[in-house]
Antibody, heavy 122, light 107 residues
Framework: QVQLQESGPGLVKPSQTLSLTCTVS??????????WNWIRQPAGKPLEWIGR???????TYNPSLMSRVSISGDTAKNQFSLRLTSVTATDTAVYYC??????????????WGQGAQVTVSS | DIQMTQSPSSVSASVGDKVTITCRAH??????LAWYQQKPGKAPYLLIY???ILHSGVPSRFSGSGSGTDFTLTISSLQPEDFATYYC?????????FGPGTRVDIK
């Protein structure tokens, strides 16, 4: 059974950096069959794809966030992480990590973490 | 980015009803479309990908169809556990984008 669990601070001050980690069990982020994604959902709004990392180390970002976002992986801990710099109130959202059964050209999110609420406020 | 729209935005239905939700992509995405179900306070759950392929374990009362710009999710006989919000997502033109959601609630 694949499980993903987000962790990190629930409150971040404006202009600071949001950092979240996704711990994966039941699968390996080194598995060449899958990609590992971050998605967010502001309250009452649609889901927004942030980016993903592949076993090869290849990373793809949403262009709308590319200047502020970075995703990295730690194969020893079977975790992957999200950093979002210079946050503002508009970055307040539930952040999800998810496994992606797609390929180089598609994103299909088949297993999700439960989500982590992150609020940006002073 | 490809804009996705869904209709209706919400629908009230009874157990046993047939429910149809439509999704439109503002440019063609072939059959590269997925559907997710989300219940309050929970993560989305993959129902269908490639427009019509049921994800493992998804009940057969769910079905998907369409290609190009117009897609449909159908629940053939609504069950109590199906009351939720449904999102479509185009999967192959980066960045992937989601529709605004359709809420299915109890009449």
């Amino acid at each position: 059974q694949v499980q993903l669990q987000e962790s990190g601070p629930g409150l971040v001050k404006p202009s600071q950096t949001l950092s979240l980690t996704c711990t994966v069990s039941g699968d390996s982020i080194s598995n060449w069959s899958y990609y590992w994604n971050w998605i967010r959902q502001p309250a009452g709004k649609p889901l927004e794809w942030i980016g993903r990392i592949y076993a090869s180390g290849r990373i793809t970002y949403n262009p709308s966030l590319m200047s502020r976002v970075s995703i990295s992986g730690d194969t020893a801990k079977n975790q992957f992480s999200l950093r979002l710099t210079s946050v503002t109130a508009t970055d307040t959202a539930v952040y999800y990590c998810a496994r992606d059964r797609g390929d180089d050209d598609t994103v299909v999110l088949d297993y999700w973490g439960q989500g982590a609420q992150v609020t940006v406020s002073s | 980015d490809i804009q996705m729209t869904q209709s209706p935005s919400s629908v009230s239905a009874s157990v046993g009803d047939k429910v149809t939700i439509t999704c439109r992509a503002h440019q063609g995405v072939s059959r590269w479309l997925a559907w997710y179900q989300q219940k309050p306070g929970k993560a989305p759950y993959l129902l269908i990908y490639a427009a019509s392929i049921l994800h493992s374990g998804v009940p057969s009362r769910f079905s998907g169809s369409g290609s190009g710009t117009d897609f449909t999710l159908t629940i053939s006989s609504l069950q109590p556990e199906d009351f939720a919000t449904y999102y479509c997502q185009q999967t192959n033109i980066f960045p992937p984008t989601f529709g605004p959601g359709t809420r299915v609630d109890i009449k």
